[in-house]
Every structure is written in C-alpha cells, then in structure tokens.
C-alpha cells in the first residue's frame, strides 16, 4: 500500500457518519425525506430491470465459486453505493407476480403485507413477549382469533401462534403428538424407547422427514400410507396399518393429514381420519391416542368459500370452477376437527416470506410446550402475553402476524374468493385446453386447484393409455424413462423461451408419482401453478401454444 502519512480519524467523526447509516430515531424532516428518497430510489433501480421476461434483469450465472474468495469487507461503505449493491442483488429474480409466471406456490405479496414487513424491519418487533413488539402482539392474537372463526375452531378454547415456515407448523403438531403419548414427559426426560412412527401419506410434504429427524423419532419412523390416483391417503390402507400397529402396542404420536398437497392438489379426508382415530382409540382401549394435524398450510385459503352461495355464484364463476371449488371446500371445511393444523400466508395467503401459523383446537394444549409445566402459558390472562414460554423460537419477528392481519383485513373473504376463484378458473381453462390436444395427459385430473400436472407424448403414443402403462406396466418401463427424458426436454426448451421473454414459465416435477411397481422408478411431469392475479387467458393460450410448437419442433 502507499507510503503516505497515516490516516488518523477519530471514531466519534465516523460515528457521525454511520448515524446517516440509519433511520433518525426524532422526527427530522431532512433525516426522514432522505430515508425515504432512499428507498424509493433502491425501487426505482429495481423496476429499471423489469422486461417482457417473468424475471428481472436476465438470467445470471451464479457465480458461487469465487465467494470464498472473499473477506470481511475492511472499510466503511456508503448507503448510495448499497442501494446499488442491493438493486443488483435483484438480478435474475423471477417475477412472481408476473403474467407469464406459473411456476410454484410462491405468492406475489400484497402491498399491505410488504409495509407491514417495512414496519417489523425498522421497528424490530419481538413478539417473544408484548414488552418488546407492542401491538405487533395485539396483531397475533387478533389473526389468530379471525382463522378460528375462519377454520371453525371454538375462539374460547383454540389458539395459535406464527412460527418459521408450514415446516415449522408440522413440527409443532407432531411436537405435541409426542408430549400426549408421553403424558408431556418428552420436553424434559426425551424420547424414551425406539419406534415411535408418525403416519402420513406418501403425497404428504417431505418436510415430515425433517421434523421426524429434529424431534428426534428418526426417519425411518415415519410411516406412508399409499395414495390413491387422487393423491389422497388411501383410507382402507391407514385402517389396516393402524389395526396392525395398535395390535402390536405400537406408539404412534401423530397422523398428519395433507389438506391441498403441493404438486397435485390432493385433500385427504379429514373428516374420516378422525372418525377412524377416534373409532380405533375406543376399540383398542389406547390412553393415548395418536394426535391428527392437518398439514392446510396450501388449502386453508379455500375455507373462505365455506359460506360462499355456489348456487346464486355473485362472482360469476364458471361451472367447472364451481364444480371444482365446491369439491375442495366440501373436503377442506373439516378442518375444525384437526387437533391442530398449519396455515402459510407466504403461500395462498399472498404475504412475504415468511409467514406461518400454527393453530391448536386446545389452547390448553401449548402448555405441554411451556419450558417450565408448571408455568401456565398465560395467554391472553393478565394483560400481559408471553407466547415466548411455549414458543420455539426467542425472537421471533412481529412482521409476520401483521402482514396476515394486514391481508385478512384488505382483503377479507371477498378479496379471496375473488383470487383464489381466478388462479383455480385459470388452472381450468388451461386443462380444458391440454385436454383437448391428442398427445397430452392431464395427470392431475381428480385434483382441482391451481395446479395441473402433464405429460406430452410423441406421435403414435395414446397418452391416457402410455400413462396407465407407466404406472403399472414392467414392460414398459424402457419407454417410461423415454417419455421422462422426452418431457424434459420440452420443458427446458419452454423455459428457455419463456427467459427470453417468449412465453410462459413454468416448473417440473422429477417424480409426479413413481410406478407401482418399482418404488425407484418416478414418472416426471411438466407442472404449471398459477398464483398470480395477472395471469388472464392469454397466458393461458401461450401455454397451450408453445407446448404444442415445442413438441412439433423436437
Ligand atoms: C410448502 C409446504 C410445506 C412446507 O412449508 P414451508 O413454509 O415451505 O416450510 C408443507 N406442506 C405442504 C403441503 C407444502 O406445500
């Protein structure tokens, strides 16, 4: 480095300096107006790189193998050049919200919901107690009084709390399944003994894995009911597995029900698991019977139609949409007999990341979750409200509990019924219109979200019959890779396209299902999900064209 004289600066100069860094905690209309010209010009340069193409900027290499080359940084930067530095961090983000984007359950987030993370970010609420997030924790309890009377639950007995992800929900439920069969003796002494199974079924999230692992029953503990062609659990074989277990004094701590799966839309039914959980528990005389969660974290959205007139339909909905809203409410609203159950804001809620709530029928449950038993979780009781004696988590940010509050509130049942209507009409018209091509299967038939899963085959193939084949058929199971292979490399010439501004983006699935007779073998497909309020019919046709061109092409 240079020769020349040190430079010596007093750290008060730089501390003068770093005050800029931050919000003015006085009202300082100078101060304030330049936080604010930040911001809005951090969003100026971020709108600069939006385009034709679902994404922002182009599409980056990622360049992760030189990060390790990096240090600490040594000097102090500049909040001008970190607006740069942020902007540019943006690169290559996909547009959620954009018309030609249908590829995951990711929500584009409502205005109201970013302010609300606005405020949790410059105001840090910790809602591990209301001492440290004021009303943040006010609207906690406020959201979770409105998802009871939205789920059904008894508001003087549910209650809930916002935790790190739908992952984070299913680890509470199972969490609680596992203090009732230890009679609340886990939390302190642990898991005693070997072989205590969770039961879910083989469409359900792999998330039950983690939470399986993290609590400490292990993975090979968890057991999957097959399902059905409708991805739900197979009733007859959870009968006969639970009659089986019961017989042999297994332990069981939970049955997770999938209320909306996240490839196919499938919706167990709720209503007959409990009946059979209660049916078995008086039959085999179990002091503890297994705990049921409804993993809803997709399908909670859908109870805002439980009320909704499908007859008189003032939304103007078209009838295959009634037809299809109708059958996912019928099986969604029995959600009230879960036990507890998952709902994500981040997903069919249309707030930010990340943004859960875990609800139990008995609140009086979370006490078998408190630190210290003997402490009631003083809920709602002395003025005071310390979810952070139950809670996972110690800090634990209030944005999340608002941006829901935030989102019930601008949109109400209206407001969702309306967007959930439109992406379920959208996922409509696009199956009718892949339905209607000769060389293409819908393989998600039963299942009517937003969600619709295909396969494309090549000439002289019958696609209801290849797939038949695919999932049943040893001898077929050569063209079976083929058509893999063959689907694949439609999609990524779609997606290719869609990069370039040429059409839609949509996702892929390595294993839709896997073939009945060998549990290696995954039958992959093409996958469109539709969340965003901009996608109208044209998109919907583009899809349709450019699967049909890109076939004839390849
Ligand atoms: C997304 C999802 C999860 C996991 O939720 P995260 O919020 O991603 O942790 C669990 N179950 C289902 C059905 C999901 O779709």
């Not at 952070?388 to 019924?417: D, F, H, V």
């Not at 049909?548 to 390849?554: D, L, S, V, W």
Request: hydrophobic share 40%.
């Amino acid at each position: 480095m240079s020769n020349g004289p040190r430079q010596w600066q007093n750290y008060t100069d730089i501390l003068e300096q770093l005050k800029t860094f931050f919000p003015v905690p006085t009202s300082n209309p100078i101060m304030d107006g330049y936080f604010v010209h930040t911001i809005s010009n951090f969003l100026d340069r971020v709108d600069s790189l939006k385009s034709a193409a679902p994404i922002l900027g182009i599409e980056q290499e990622r360049r992760y193998e030189n990060s390790f080359q990096q240090g600490f940084p040594e000097k102090i930067s500049s909040v001008e050049e970190m607006t740069k530095l942020l902007a540019d961090y943006c690169q290559g983000m996909i547009i959620w919200a954009h018309p030609n984007c249908q590829a995951q359950v990711i929500a584009p987030p409502t205005i109201p919901s970013i302010m609300a993370f606005m405020a949790g970010a410059i105001y840090n609420p910790n809602i591990l107690s209301d001492e440290y997030s004021g009303r943040f924790a006010e609207a906690e309890v406020q959201a979770i009084a409105m998802l009871c009377d939205l789920v059904g639950y008894d508001p003087k007995q549910a209650g809930g709390i916002f935790t790190f992800g739908g992952t984070g929900t299913i680890l509470y439920g199972c969490k609680l399944g596992l203090e009732k069969l230890f009679g609340g003796q886990v939390m302190s002494c642990g898991v005693r003994g070997e072989g205590v199974k969770i039961v879910t079924s083989e469409a359900s999230h792999y998330s039950r894995l983690n939470v399986a692992g993290w609590l400490g029953i292990g993975t090979k503990n968890v057991v999957t009911i097959p399902s059905t062609a409708n991805n739900e659990m197979s009733l007859i074989d959870l009968e006969n597995y639970l009659r089986r277990a019961f017989e042999r004094k297994e332990r069981i701590a939970a049955i997770i029900a999938t209320l909306g799966t996240t490839d196919a839309f499938g919706i167990d039914d709720l209503a007959a698991i409990v009946h059979l959980r209660d049916q078995l528990a008086k039959e085999y005389g179990l002091e503890h019977p297994p705990h049921v969660h409804a993993d809803s974290v997709i399908g909670w959205a859908w109870l805002t139609f439980r009320d909704y007139d499908f007859q008189i339909n003032p939304l103007g909905l078209h009838a295959r949409t009634i037809r299809s809203l109708q059958d996912s409410v019928q099986r969604i609203s029995a959600l009230s007999m879960a036990d507890s159950l998952g709902i994500d804001f981040h997903k069919t809620g249309y707030a930010p990341y990340i943004s859960s709530v875990f609800m139990v029928k008995n609140r009086s449950d979370l006490n078998l979750l408190s630190r210290d038993p003997a402490q009631m979780p003083y809920l709602y009781r002395f003025g005071h409200y310390n979810p952070g004696i139950y809670t996972l988590e110690c800090s634990r940010s209030g944005a999340s509990a608002l941006a829901a509050l935030a989102n019930m509130r601008l949109l109400g049942k209206q407001g969702y019924r309306a967007i959930i209507g439109h992406v379920v009409e959208m996922s409509e018209m696009l199956r009718e219109r892949l339905e209607s091509y000769p060389f293409v299967e819908v393989l998600n038939d039963y299942n009517y979200g937003p969600v619709t899963l295909f396969r494309v085959y090549p000439d002289g193939v019958d696609p209801a019959l290849a797939f038949q084949r695919e999932q049943t058929d040893p001898d077929y199971c050569k063209q079976l890779q083929e058509h893999n292979a063959y689907n694949r490399r439609i999609f990524e010439r779609i997606h290719q396209q869609a990069m370039a501004g040429e059409g839609v983006l949509l996702s892929w699935t390595d294993a839709y299902r896997h073939a009945g007779y060998d549990e290696r073998l995954p039958i992959a497909a093409i996958k469109s999900f539709i969340m965003s309020p901009w996608t109208g019919i044209e998109a919907v046709e583009t899809v349709a064209r450019q699967v049909a061109r890109i076939r004839e092409q390849i």
